[in-house]
């Protein structure tokens, strides 16, 4: 897990149970995206919840969530 950890203390990361998280403090969770079944066999990570766009469709939806966690490394993570 990536952890952004800016200097007034807030921290930000993709949640993924790596470390419990509850031990830094106060933890506020938030939605970033939905990866959603789109037909047969296609799968879409909606990121619109922090002003991304829809990726996809892929065939799998581990290959979704990948994308979802590789676009919020790049484009969501290090906001402010």
């Avoid at 203390?9 to 993709?14: E, I, L, M, P």
């Avoid at 799968?43 to 919840?49: G, I, K, Q, T, V």
């Avoid at 581990?62 to 906001?79: D, F, I, P, R, Y």
Wanted: hydrophobic share 45%.
């Amino acid at each position: 897990m990536e952890l952004l950890i800016k200097t007034n203390g807030q921290a930000r990361c993709v949640y993924d149970e790596a470390i419990d998280l509850t031990k830094l403090g106060q933890v506020t969770i938030r939605r970033a995206s939905h990866v959603e079944p789109k037909g047969v066999d296609q799968w879409l990570s909606d990121l619109s919840p922090v002003g991304g766009p829809v990726l996809g469709p892929f065939a799998t939806r581990s290959a979704a969530l990948a994308a979802e966690v590789a676009w919020l490394a790049a484009n969501w993570l290090s906001q402010s």
